[in-house]
């Protein structure tokens, strides 16, 4: 019973820091400090002029993964408190396929093979947005992912003319250029680097049109680019503006000021009942989203890891 309660106090310490929690707080300061080192590490090696400092770096960059390492574990340990609904050995085959799970093991690979894959170690500063409850209240990642989700259909069309504009600006350029500069335009295809920074307005310059014809095709697909660049922009600046103007809408209709929480791994709140939530942080729930289904929560309904809920504070 006491391991128990050893472990699970162990999770609770691990998982965003309550305010009042001063150890959950120091661990994740700690973390957070920790990452930042980590990345700072990762940045200064590639200096020739610290190559002196190079033994050094390698040393501390060892202690930082092997906290890595130690924080890792310990949430597989405890990941039955995270998925309370999974059986042990399910729970933990969920945390290690869970976003956070990969992300954490793509922080430790790397130092000792996979070193390509270095850069995903950026993945972890997601825990600084938790730590300082950027993404916590206010929920503005999920706006986005929803934005894109209702989007999607419009993005991808907008995305498939880009691709066609690319194929065909390729091909004329091709075909106006390969005489005069047969190494920069060898077939149909050579061309397509040259498209996307001409239509992405990147403009990188390193192949140009040098025939009157391509200069003359160069400026009409420069043209089109501004316009292809605008399209998928447009769509999702009104995404937003209709979201937010629906829960605007909705705030006003109700007279109560909502807000909006994803219950992601961090999250403190989960398996808490709502009744609980409204008597620890005066939280009450109105709506729950869960999977594809939303509903109004029972007292006892216990809030899970992936739930979207509106609430208003009492």
């Known amino acids: 019973m006491k391991k128990q309660l050893n472990r699970k106090r162990i999770f609770d310490i691990i998982q ?105 170690r950026m993945l972890r500063v997601v825990r600084i947005f938790h730590l300082f409850r950027i993404n916590n209240t206010t929920d503005s990642f999920n706006v986005i992912k929803s934005v894109l989700l209702e ?36 077939n149909a295809f050579s061309g397509i680097w040259w498209s996307m920074s001409t239509l992405l307005t990147v403009g990188y310059g390193d192949i140009y049109p040098i025939t009157l014809a391509g200069k003359i095709m160069a400026i009409v697909i420069a043209f089109l680019g501004v316009g292809v660049v605008a399209i998928p922009t447009g769509i999702i600046s009104a995404g937003f503006v209709q979201q ?8 006003r209709a109700l007279g109560l000021k909502l807000e909006t929480a994803l219950i992601g791994i961090d999250s403190m709140w989960i398996g808490l009942s709502t009744d609980e939530l409204t008597e620890k942080y005066g939280c009450v729930v109105i709506l729950v989203r869960r999977k594809n289904r939303t509903e109004k929560p029972a ?16």
């Open 244 to 251: 937010y103007t629906s829960a605007e809408k909705g705030n």
């Open 16 to 120: 965003i820091g309550q305010e009042k929690d001063v150890a959950s707080r120091v661990f994740d300061i700690f973390i957070v400090v920790n990452i930042l080192l980590n990345i700072t590490l990762m940045f200064m090696q590639t200096f020739d002029e610290l190559s002196g400092w190079k033994n050094t770096m390698h040393s501390l960059e060892l202690l930082t993964v092997v906290i890595f390492v130690i924080e890792y574990a310990l949430r597989i340990w405890t990941a039955d408190y995270l998925f309370p609904d999974s059986g042990p050995g399910r729970a933990k085959l969920r945390f290690l396929c869970s976003f956070d799970g990969i992300v954490d093991l793509l922080t430790i690979l790397p130092f000792f093979f996979l070193s390509g894959f270095v850069a995903f």
């Open 151 to 186: 989007k999607r259909n419009q993005i991808l069309s907008s995305v498939f003319i880009i691709i066609i504009l690319m194929l065909a600006s390729s091909l004329f350029m091709y075909s106006a250029e390969h005489e005069a500069q047969p190494e920069n335009f060898r």
């Open 299 to 314: 007292p006892d309904y216990n809030v899970e890891l992936g739930d979207t809920i509106v609430f208003y504070r009492k």
